[in-house]
């Protein structure tokens, strides 16, 4: 399903999530006694419930700017978080492997052995094990 042309029943479920959120938002205002910005998250969430029971048809044009914002948000937050892993967790990784002298895929060439095949114990032939192979 293309997120560009959604059902009604996922505006719906949009307009309805909205009103949910800035409900919640609202909540927090009132709390803290924030009442002008608290009356600014009723009347959105006067709008997209309403929109969202009443007539989601209305919500295409919101949805479509949201999903676009999403889709920007979404490409710069899997660059940064993967960059991160990358330079946090696999290059120490990397590092230390190479301090120890490590080779877990035993890349090293060895011009005096024969063959590189590693000798496995062979495994029962029973089919039932391929029903749960992890």
């Known amino acids: ?14 307009g309805l999530m909205m009103a949910g959120v800035f409900s919640f938002f609202g909540a927090v205002f009132i709390y803290k006694k924030w009442i002008i ?8 969430i006067l709008f ?3 929109m969202g029971l009443a007539a989601p048809r ?29 330079f946090f ?3 120490p990784i990397r590092i230390i492997a190479s301090i120890f002298r490590e080779d877990p ?3 090293k060439l ?8 590693l000798d496995c114990e062979p ?3 029973d089919p039932k094990r391929y029903e749960k192979q992890f």
């Not at 399903?1 to 949009?14: H, S």
């Not at 209305?58 to 949201?66: A, C, D, E, S, Y």
């Not at 060895?110 to 095949?117: L, M, Q, V």
């Open 58 to 86: 209305g919500l295409l044009p919101v949805f479509r700017k949201w999903m676009r914002f999403a889709e920007v948000i979404g490409n710069f937050n899997a660059k940064v978080i993967l960059s991160l892993a990358y």
């Open 1 to 14: 399903m293309n997120p560009i042309d959604p059902t009604e029943k996922q505006l719906r479920q949009f």
């Open 123 to 125: 495994r029962d032939s």
């Open 37 to 44: 910005a608290a009356g600014v998250l009723g009347v959105l």
């Open 89 to 91: 967790v696999f290059t």
């Open 48 to 50: 997209f419930g309403g």
């Open 110 to 117: 060895e011009p005096d052995k024969k063959t590189y095949w």
């Open 105 to 107: 895929l035993r890349r």
